[in-house]
C-alpha cells in the first residue's frame, strides 16, 4: 500500500487530492494535511467584499467530503520536512502541528511515499509596515478578509450617504504583489455597486498598481482582437477604469500604511503618499516558512526550497536577462530536483522568474509584479501531479505521462465588473500561453487567435456558473471528475 | 451657486477609449449575451483543453 501526502488543501491541493483518492482507491492512502476546516472558492471571495455573496456560499467543510472520499484529514499545518527520514526513521516524512480540538498544539510525524506540497502563499502583510486587516488596509485575500472588508466598506458607504466624499484605494500593497486581478475586480465591483446606490458621486475611487502599464496583471500584459484593431489590455483596462470614473497610480510601489496614507516610491524614483478613507490593498505573497532537514538533522532548507520559500521544482533557475528568458524555463512536472517523491504545485511551487520585465526605482527598489499562479494553473498543476503519483504506483513506471508548463498553457480570467443576473458585468479575457513564447509567437508573444478581452453581462453569467460548476466539483457531487480545471 | 467643472484634458483618464451608448447597449442586451455567453463559453473551453496534456 502506497501512502500519498498532500499539504494543502485549495484550488491545487484539493483538486490533487480528489483525483489521486479516485485514481487509487482504497488500495492506497491518500492524506490531506490543512490548517483552514473549509475549502474556499478564492475567486468569488470578491462577492463576499462587496456584501454580494455571505462566507458560506463561497466555503465548505472538508471532513465530511473527505470523509466520503475515504481520504485522511488533519487538521493541521506542516513545519517541517524530513525528506530522507531522520535516524530513527528511514521513511521519509513531514512534522505537522494540529491547530484545532483536543489535539490542538500536538505534534506528528507524518511519514510518506510520495508528497503534495500545495500550501500555497503566505499572505505576507509584514512585508509592508501597517499593511492588512487589523492594521489599516483591508484585504479580500481570503473569505474572512473579504467579510471584513465588506464591513469597513459599509462604514464608508454609510458616510457617503450621509453626505461626506469618502477617498477609496485600491490595488497592490507591495511592490512585488501579484494578484492584480482580483484587486482589479474589487475595484470595478465597488464603481458598480455604488452606481447602484446612486453614490458615485460620493465616491474617489482610485487604482494604484506597481504594473509598469495598466493591464499587465504580472504576465506583461496581452494584446487582443478588438474592434477591427490588436489592442493591448492596457489600453482595455484604462478603458474599463476611465468608464467607471477610476482614477489610477502606476509603477507604484507600496512602502507603508499609516491611518489613512499610504506610502509609496514610483519608478522614477519619486516618493509620494495617497490619503484614503478606505483601502483594500494586496499583499505580497511568500512562501510557507518551512524548513527541511536530512537524514542527519542537517538544515537543506535552502536546497529544497527557494529563498522566498516556495519549493524549487523542475524549472531551470539560472539566472538570466529578461530579454533571454523563454517559455523552456518553465517547469513541466512540479517534480523536486533533490528528491524525486515530492512535488509542489499551485502557488507553491518556486517559478523561475517573472513574467513581467523586472523594472527597479533609482534608490534599487524593485516596483515589478509577481507571476500569478492563481485558479486554472494551480488546478491544472494539481490535477497532473496526481495523474503522475497514480500512474507511478499503480505501474511502478517513474516516467512522467502528464505534463503542464505554464509556458503552454492558457489561461482564462473572468473579471467580475459588477453582480446582478440583468445589468451586470464582467470582462472575459484569455490568454494561450500564460507565459509569453516570442520564439513561437515572435509578434505578440502569445496565440492571437486564442486571446480574448471582452465586457459584457455572458461575463458575468460565466463567473457564476463557474462558481457553481467549480463548489459543485470540489463537493464531489456527481460527475464531479468530468468538470475540467 | 456656480457648478465646479472638472476639465480632464491632459490627464491619464482623458485618453482612454470610453464605450459608446450602443456599446453599453449590446452589453446587457439579453439575446446578444445569451449567444455570447455560449461563444466565450466554447473559447475558454478549447484553451481549458489544450492546457491539460
Redesign the interface.
Known amino acids: 500500500m502506497a501512502k500519498v501526502v498532500v499539504l494543502g488543501a485549495g484550488i491545487s491541493g484539493h483538486t490533487a487530492a480528489s483525483f489521486l483518492k479516485k485514481m487509487l482507491g482504497s488500495k492506497h492512502e491518500v492524506v490531506v494535511v490543512s490548517p483552514n476546516r473549509y475549502y474556499q472558492w478564492v475567486p468569488s471571495n470578491i462577492w463576499v467584499g462587496v456584501g454580494r455573496m455571505k462566507i458560506d456560499q463561497v466555503r465548505f467543510p472538508l471532513d465530511k467530503v473527505y470523509q466520503k472520499w475515504g481520504i485522511i484529514y488533519k487538521q493541521a499545518k506542516a513545519l517541517e520536512f524530513h525528506p530522507e527520514g531522520d535516524q530513527e526513521n528511514n521513511s521519509p516524512f513531514v512534522t505537522i502541528e494540529y491547530v484545532a480540538n483536543a489535539e490542538k498544539g500536538q505534534r506528528e510525524k507524518v511519514s510518506y511515499d510520495y508528497l503534495v506540497n500545495a500550501t500555497g502563499p503566505k499572505l505576507n502583510f509584514d512585508a509592508t509596515p501597517g499593511l492588512g486587516p487589523g492594521k489599516f488596509s483591508q484585504s479580500v485575500c481570503s473569505y474572512d478578509h473579504a467579510a471584513h472588508s465588506w464591513e469597513a466598506l459599509q462604514q464608508s458607504i454609510k458616510a457617503m450617504e450621509n453626505g461626506q466624499m469618502q477617498r477609496l484605494l485600491i490595488g497592490t500593497g507591495h511592490p512585488s504583489a501579484t494578484c492584480q486581478g482580483a484587486a482589479f475586480e474589487y475595484a470595478l465591483n465597488i464603481a458598480f455597486e455604488l452606481k447602484r446606490k446612486k453614490l458615485s458621486h460620493m465616491a474617489e475611487i482610485t487604482w494604484i498598481t506597481n504594473e509598469y502599464e495598466l493591464g499587465d496583471f504580472g504576465m506583461g500584459g496581452a494584446f487582443v482582437k478588438r474592434g477591427g484593431y490588436i489592442t493591448s489590455t492596457k489600453v482595455f483596462t484604462e478603458s474599463v477604469l476611465t468608464e467607471n470614473n477610476i482614477k489610477w497610480i502606476k509603477r507604484a510601489g507600496v512602502t507603508k500604511v499609516e491611518d489613512g496614507i499610504a506610502h509609496y516610491e514610483t519608478l522614477s524614483g519619486e516618493q509620494n503618499t495617497k490619503d484614503f478613507d478606505f483601502a483594500m490593498l494586496i499583499p505580497a505573497f511568500k512562501g510557507q516558512d518551512f524548513k527541511a532537514y536530512d537524514k542527519s538533522g542537517e538544515d537543506i532548507t535552502a536546497k529544497v526550497f527557494a529563498p522566498n520559500g516556495f519549493m524549487k521544482v523542475d524549472a531551470d533557475y539560472t539566472p538570466r536577462a529578461y530579454e533571454s528568458w523563454t517559455v523552456e524555463e518553465w517547469p513541466k512536472t512540479y517534480q523536486s530536483p533533490v528528491y524525486p517523491n515530492m512535488y509542489a504545485t499551485g502557488i507553491a511551487f518556486a517559478p523561475p522568474h517573472g513574467i513581467s520585465k523586472p523594472m527597479k526605482s533609482p534608490t534599487g527598489l524593485s516596483i515589478t509584479p509577481s507571476p500569478p499562479r492563481t485558479g486554472m494553473p494551480s488546478g491544472v498543476t494539481g490535477k497532473i501531479v496526481a495523474q503522475n503519483i497514480a500512474h507511478f504506483i499503480k505501474h511502478g513506471e517513474t516516467e512522467h505521462k502528464h505534463t503542464a508548463s505554464m509556458g503552454k498553457m492558457g489561461a482564462a480570467c473572468i473579471v467580475s465588473a459588477g453582480f446582478s443576473m440583468t445589468r451586470g458585468l464582467g470582462a472575459t479575457m484569455t490568454v494561450s500561453p500564460i507565459v509569453p513564447d516570442w520564439q513561437r509567437y515572435p509578434e505578440w508573444g502569445r496565440d492571437i487567435k486564442a486571446t480574448v478581452g471582452e465586457v459584457g453581462l455572458a461575463g458575468h453569467w460565466i463567473k457564476l456558473f463557474l462558481h457553481y460548476m467549480f463548489i459543485h466539483k470540489a463537493k464531489g457531487y456527481p460527475f464531479w471528475w468530468l468538470l475540467p480545471e | 451657486m456656480e457648478k465646479k467643472i472638472e476639465i480632464r484634458a491632459y490627464k491619464?483618464?482623458f485618453?482612454?477609449?470610453?464605450?459608446t451608448k450602443a456599446t453599453k447597449f449590446?452589453?446587457?442586451n439579453?439575446v446578444y449575451?445569451?449567444y455570447?455567453?455560449l461563444r466565450?463559453?466554447y473559447?475558454?473551453?478549447?484553451?481549458?483543453?489544450?492546457?491539460?496534456?
Request: cysteine-free.
Open positions: 491619464d483618464e485618453y482612454p477609449p470610453v464605450p449590446w452589453r446587457t439579453l449575451q445569451i455570447k455567453f466565450l463559453n473559447k475558454i473551453m478549447r484553451i481549458v483543453v489544450k492546457g491539460h496534456s
